[in-house]
């Protein structure tokens, strides 16, 4: 048995408490490597998910999940006449918050495009796709809604018939999938107030018409739904989404569709690269610099440590060289008990972590690349951490036993 490890077995609660407190800081260096891969995921799933091709967004906007995006319904139609495009799909996607229970639920809202989308693709826990036009949802876990659960959003009551697992938006919101329709009707409810008032608004333009004035049957339109009035448009989406046909070049229906003057066009790598350059990188540099103080303060703790460590084994230390034990085993026992102090605590933050890290209101990946570069810094912080006891213990003098 080495020297390290008596000395470790002589002050174990020492030891062990040490060991704590270093493996809990390197959890919390452990988790925000997590967390921002938590962020990614969370950021570019629907875009993995969904399987589109080629998006078509709002013309110079970044939509639709990096900026707003409003295009036209008859855009899918448009889409669809292009050469080498098989399918196109209407994307409807906004958030919204309710009460529920007297708590506050955000929802982030994702329309189907149905009946081409019935939601097949989602990683159904329980429950199934959608079966109707309107009125069914499809909610996340984490929104708390058991099948068969009702929840009022604007003036209609949606049934949840099924449940999904780990699709939460990039703003950690579980979404929510109901058919277009509905996505629309509930983005753009408006209070029986509002619509009231705007009738009148549109009876008392009318009035002043001249053509209303010779024409008085006109003005009956004025009280009639907005759906029912030619010149007032149809509800727009957030994007449209094209699926290619096989052996179809995407880059030349890109070019096609970029000809359009009043659309953007991109590729889902595209689409992913500005979501990583947008919000998701102002994420990915403050969660770096919060784990690179945290990891500089790591090696602080425990160079102060074994420092201390160190210190108290002075008499032992001298004792050793008045024998005339050679540098190299003092040298082994500090550097042996870092190694061991670093290991110990990297054990105890990777499980301690598994426990909690699941308990977190955002999602905390654990990364198999992470955790093999974060092993190589506390390995790297364990050794050079005791080089401030090796430097102390070089200069303990053999005289100091006999004191």
Request: aromatic residues 6%; proline residues 4%; positive net charge.
């Amino acid at each position: 048995m080495s020297l390290a490890t008596k000395d470790i077995r002589h002050n174990l609660g020492r030891f062990a408490l040490t060991a704590v407190g270093i493996g809990m800081l390197l959890m919390v260096v452990m988790g925000m490597g997590g967390i921002y891969r938590g962020v990614v995921e969370d950021a570019t799933l629907l875009i993995d998910r969904v399987g589109a091709d080629l998006w078509i967004v709002q013309r110079d906007t970044r939509g639709p999940f990096a900026e707003l995006s409003r295009v036209p319904s008859n855009l899918v139609y448009r889409a669809a006449a292009v050469p080498g495009v098989q399918s196109s799909r209407e994307f409807v996607y906004h958030t919204i918050q309710r009460q529920r229970n007297g708590k506050p639920l955000r929802i982030a809202v994702l329309g189907l495009s149905w009946p081409n989308d019935k939601g097949e693709w989602l990683p159904l826990t329980a429950g199934r796709p959608l079966g109707k036009s309107h009125y069914e949802m499809i909610a996340d876990k984490t929104l708390g809604m058991p099948i068969g659960e009702q929840l009022k959003l604007g003036k209609e009551t949606y049934t949840v018939v099924g449940t999904t697992s780990n699709m939460i938006s990039s703003g950690g919101d579980g979404i929510a999938f109901f058919t277009v329709a509905d996505a629309q009707a509930i983005q753009f409810d408006t209070p029986g107030e509002a619509v009231r008032l705007e009738r009148a608004a549109r009876e008392s333009r009318g009035e002043r018409f001249e053509q209303a004035v010779q024409q008085p049957m006109m003005l009956e339109n004025a009280a009639r739904p907005s759906v029912q009035l030619p010149a007032i448009a149809r509800p727009q989406i957030s994007a449209v989404m094209l699926t290619l046909s096989p052996g179809a070049d995407s880059n030349a229906v890109a070019r096609t569709i970029s000809g359009w003057g009043d659309v953007s066009v991109y590729t889902a790598d595209g689409q992913r690269e500005l979501l990583l350059k947008g919000s998701v990188e102002k994420v990915k540099r403050q969660i770096g610099l919060f784990r690179v103080l945290l990891t500089v303060i790591a090696a602080i703790i425990m160079a102060l440590i074994l420092y201390t460590l160190t210190l108290d084994k002075i008499h032992s230390i001298a004792l050793l060289k008045l024998i005339g034990a050679p540098n190299t085993v003092i040298l082994g026992l500090i550097l042996q008990q870092a190694l061991i102090l670093g290991v110990v605590g990297f054990g105890i933050a990777y499980f301690v972590g598994l426990q909690l890290f699941p308990m977190f209101p955002r999602r905390v990946i654990l990364d198999e690349s992470d955790l093999m570069q974060l092993a190589g810094i506390v390995l790297a912080i364990s050794v050079l951490s005791s080089f401030l006891g090796i430097w102390k213990a070089m200069k303990v003098s053999p005289n100091e036993a006999l004191s």
